[in-house]
């Protein structure tokens, strides 16, 4: 008999990691967005903390953690925002400084 193991923290049972980003949470930044987000970033009067989920690269993107499993744990403490796809993340990495 295989040995049960409890579902880690960020994964809900039912969770499939195969969905593209922009299925699973809707509103996800795009490239286009790329520069509002690094404004957000930098933005002095922001109050609370990012957390910016970035999908694994490939043909179809995916997301390794359920961002509405990890939206619940951050609460109101953080605010989360999901990159749609590979594309989105290059683009927001040339909006920063490097290392």
């Not at 040995?3 to 499939?16: E, G, L, S």
């Not at 957000?40 to 359920?66: A, E, H, K, T």
Request: with cysteine; hydrophobic share 45%; aromatic share 6%.
């Amino acid at each position: 008999m295989t040995p049960q193991f409890p579902v880690p923290p960020w994964r809900t049972p039912d969770w499939n990691g195969s969905v593209p980003a922009a299925d699973r949470w809707p509103g996800s930044v795009g490239a286009a967005d790329a520069a509002a987000l690094a404004a957000r970033i930098w933005d002095p009067g922001r109050v609370r903390p990012l957390v910016i989920l970035s999908p694994v690269p490939g043909r179809r993107p995916r997301l390794l953690l359920d961002p509405h499993r990890l939206a619940g744990l951050l609460g109101d403490d953080a605010d989360l925002v999901v990159l749609a796809d590979h594309d989105a993340t290059q683009a927001l990495c040339a909006m920063l400084p490097a290392g």
